[in-house]
């Protein structure tokens, strides 16, 4: 006689498995990727649409942000003209992007849409990519301290502290 627990746990599988895949396709009939929309987008999207079942829907298809994911490497991605022409983006390439260095690198591609690749999460997270073409200077540093692991081990920032130490006993 078979386990009714073991049959029990294989339908709830099976119908469960079916209602993921039907939610994931009812979310790209809708124009959503289920897997790439954060709800966070979607409140963004809340703020600059006033429709209601627009919101609604992409909440359906939405998944939690993930806080506390960090990744090892960011590259800021762009064509170089449209660079030229989107004034903010340039100001953090000039004026910013040396500074989260080495995990940032730009990198100009003819043709590209501005965006910024994430990689190398500490869980083995897959890459994240973002459109930034509109985004202010600020915006763009402020995802990359968010997203972007900083810093590192403790053995580098003690050398760190000594070398500080050391130039500072220098300078007297």
Known sequence: MRNPFACLLALLLVVGSRAVDDKQARCNELGFISTAVACSDC???AQFVKDDELVRD???C?????AGRKYA?????VDQWRASTLQQIKDFIDKRAATYAPQLKVAYTHGAIPKIRLSGGLDGAPIETVRIDNWKADHIA???DQRLQRG??????DKSSKDKAGSKKNVK
Request: hydrophobic residues 30%.
């Open 43 to 45: 409140e963004t999207l």
């Open 62 to 66: 939405c998944v939690q942000d993930e």
């Open 152 to 157: 590192g081990s403790d053995k580098d920032k």
């Open 58 to 60: 992409c909440k359906g």
């Open 142 to 144: 402020e995802f990359l």
């Open 73 to 77: 490497k960011a590259e800021l991605i």
